[in-house]
C-alpha cells in the first residue's frame, strides 16, 4: 500500500488557501490529500472549535498505518493498538466503527469537538510501535554495536523521563503536531503519554511517582455520587451473585462448581469492570470524568496507567468502604 494517494487535483489550477483556513495548516505541514475530502464541522457558540493543528496529521498517519482490507475499509485483527486507531478515525469524523475494524465515510467531516488530545496522543504511541514506526531503546544504547544491526539508530533523545527512541519518518508529523517531541527530543508533555505505554527500556515506574500518587487519593476523596455507586455494585457483585453462579454451572454446565470457585470467578470479574470503569472514566489530569466529558475520551482498555489506577484504587478503597470482602 502507498504510504498516501496521489492527489487527484493534478493538471487543474492551483488553488490558495484562505489565511487562517484549515487549507493554509494544511499547506504549512505539507500535506498530501488521501484522493478525499475532509471538511471541519460549523463552528457554534454550544460547540466551539477545538484546534485542528494535529487532527489531520493523526488521521494521515493512522490511515497510513492500519491494515486494510481489498474492500478499502480498516482492519484492527483484534490488535488492541490498532482497535483503538479505528475507534480514532471514527471519532475524528473519518470512518464507522464496524466489527472487524472501520469503514470510511464518503464524506470526512471534522467535528466541532474532538477527541481528548491525551487520547489520541496515546493512541498514536501504540499505532507508532504496533507499526515498528517507534522503537524505545535503554539509556546509554543508540542501537548501533554487536548484536544490533538490525535495530535502527535512535533519533529521538531521552528527557523528561522518557527513554532515547527510533521514530520512524512517517510517524514524525502526528508525533510532533501532538507536541510530544522537539527538537529530536522528548517534551515534558509526552512523559505521562509515555506512562500509558509503559516502555520496559525506561523504567518510568510511575506507580511512585506524586502525580500518580496524589490522583489516586483524589481519586477516592472527590468521587462523584454516580460513580461511587458504580463502584459500589461492581464490588458487592462477587457476594450476591456467587450462589446464582454455583446453580448456574450446577444446571446448564453439569460442573459441580463450588461457592469459592464461583467467587474467585467473580471477583476476577470484578476486577475487570472496575479497570474498565477508570479506562472510560478516569483521566490523570482530570481526575474523574463527567458522563458528557467520557463521550470525548476514547476507550482505552489495556492502558498500564489506568490498570494501575484501579488496582491501587480497589486495594485502598474496595474493602473499607464499599464491603466487597465476602464473609463465609
Not at 100 to 120: E, F, H, Q, T
Request: proline residues 6%; charged residues 25%.
Amino acid at each position: 500500500m502507498a504510504k498516501r494517494l496521489g492527489s487527484s487535483s493534478e493538471g487543474k489550477k492551483a488553488q490558495t488557501a484562505l489565511p487562517g483556513s484549515l487549507g493554509e495548516s494544511l499547506d504549512e505541514i505539507g500535506f498530501q490529500p488521501l484522493g478525499r475530502r475532509i471538511t471541519v464541522g460549523k463552528q457554534t457558540a454550544r460547540h466551539p472549535r477545538t484546534s485542528t493543528d494535529w487532527a489531520v496529521p493523526v488521521i494521515e498517519f493512522f490511515s497510513f498505518t492500519l491494515p486494510r482490507a481489498p474492500n478499502g475499509n480498516w482492519e484492527h485483527l483484534s490488535i488492541a493498538a490498532h482497535e483503538v486507531a479505528c475507534q480514532a478515525l471514527a471519532m475524528l469524523g473519518q470512518a464507522t466503527v464496524i466489527e472487524g475494524g472501520a469503514k470510511p465515510v464518503s464524506d470526512p467531516v471534522l467535528p466541532a469537538i474532538l477527541p481528548r488530545w491525551d487520547d489520541v496522543a496515546t493512541a498514536v504511541v501504540w499505532e507508532a510501535g504496533q507499526s515498528g514506526l517507534l522503537r524505545y531503546r535503554r539509556r546509554g544504547r543508540t542501537g548501533l554495536g554487536k548484536g544490533s544491526s538490525r535495530l535502527p539508530r535512535a533519533n529521538i533523545r531521552a528527557g523528561y523521563g522518557c527513554p532515547p527512541a527510533y521514530l520512524g519518518v512517517e510517524a514524525v508529523p502526528a508525533v510532533q503536531s501532538l507536541g510530544l517531541i522537539s527538537d529530536l527530543g522528548w517534551t515534558a508533555a509526552a512523559e505521562t503519554i509515555l506512562w500509558r505505554d509503559d516502555p520496559y527500556e525506561a523504567g518510568m515506574n510511575f506507580a511512585k511517582d506524586n502525580r500518580f500518587i496524589e490522583a489516586l487519593y483524589a481519586a477516592i476523596s472527590c468521587m462523584p455520587k454516580e460513580i461511587a455507586m458504580k463502584i459500589k455494585d461492581i464490588a458487592v457483585m462477587p457476594g450476591n451473585e456467587a450462589a446464582g453462579l454455583v446453580d448456574f454451572a450446577r444446571r446448564y454446565t453439569h460442573q459441580d462448581a463450588t461457592r469459592q470457585e464461583a467467587l474467585l470467578f467473580l471477583q476476577d470479574r470484578s476486577r475487570r469492570l472496575l479497570s474498565d470503569l477508570f479506562a472510560k472514566r478516569w483521566r490523570l489530569g482530570d481526575g474523574w470524568l463527567s458522563a458528557e466529558e467520557s463521550r470525548r475520551a476514547l476507550f482505552l482498555e489495556l492502558d498500564p496507567l489506568s490498570i494501575q489506577m484501579s488496582m491501587d484504587f480497589g486495594r485502598i478503597v474496595a474493602p473499607r468502604r464499599l464491603g466487597c470482602e465476602v464473609k463465609e
